[in-house]
């Protein structure tokens, strides 16, 4: 089955600074990938949608300045904490979705605990 | 609109039966999933089931789903310590051909030796 990388893992940060996270394909080409964030003791929300080589399309409340998604490639999607604040602790975890309708199959990453001090 | 709804938490003994509820009201949703998320973790997926069943099995795991009352169950028999997790549910429904998940709040599942 798909295998998708999540790096880093684990990401402490200070206020104010940038926070790249990327997630990687690394058996097929996903055309979308996903974003979401999940609070302690939360569900996962979506934060936005990202289609290869096209803009993101960004949930209501999700700021697209400050979460900046770029899907350069069909392996290869980051998102970025800008001027990170400590309210952006949470854990950030990628999905994505290939060319076929893999319906059955929704692959996700292994999850980034971001924490800014 | 889309809503998924789970109780908490749920306990239950070593060896039992567990049987975790989610109630759903998009009633265009083509698959529902459920997932388990262990401490620190991603989501890892247990099984699946098309809209037009009614039920699935899996060696330990039973989901049933009544698509009448929106309702969706997981039963896992024979529960053991490893099972110890955060079960979610989710729905997908198609948005503009990329399947859009919604996922419920969330159930943790503890077991009592």
């Known amino acids: 089955g798909a295998v998708v990388s999540q790096h880093p893992s684990r990401v402490i940060c200070k206020s104010g600074t940038s926070v790249k996270i990327e997630c990687r394909s690394l058996?097929?080409?996903?055309?979308?990938m996903f974003w979401y964030r999940q609070f302690p003791k939360q569900s996962l929300m979506l934060m936005a949608t990202?289609?290869?080589?096209?803009?993101?399309?960004?949930e209501q409340g999700v700021e697209k300045d400050k979460f900046l998604i770029n899907h350069a490639s069909l392996t290869l999607s980051t998102l970025t904490v800008t001027s990170a604040h400590p309210e952006d602790s949470s854990f950030y975890i990628c999905?994505?979705?290939?060319?076929?309708?893999?319906?059955?199959?929704?692959?996700f990453g292994q999850g980034t605990r971001l924490t800014v001090v | 609109g889309e809503d998924v709804e789970q109780s908490l938490f749920l306990s239950v003994r070593e060896g039992d039966s567990s049987v975790i509820n989610c109630t759903y009201t998009?009633?265009?949703?083509?698959?529902l999933y459920w997932y388990k998320q262990e401490p620190g973790a991603g989501l890892q997926l247990l099984t699946y089931?098309?809209?037009?069943?009614d039920m699935k099995q899996d060696q330990r795991l039973t989901v049933l789903l009544n698509k009448k009352d929106k309702h969706l169950s997981l039963r896992i028999a024979d529960t053991q310590t490893g099972d110890s997790a955060i079960y979610f549910c989710?729905?997908?429904?198609?948005?503009?051909?990329?399947?859009?998940?919604?996922f419920g709040t969330g159930t943790r599942l503890t077991i009592i030796p």
């Open positions: 999905r994505v979705q290939g060319l076929a309708d893999l319906n059955t199959e929704a692959f």
């Open positions: 058996d097929f080409q996903a055309t979308t």
């Open positions: 990202s289609n290869e080589g096209s803009k993101a399309t960004y």
């Open positions: 998009d009633s265009s949703s083509t698959y």
């Open positions: 089931i098309f809209s037009n069943m």
């Open positions: 989710a729905e997908s429904t198609k948005n503009f051909g990329n399947e859009k998940l919604t």
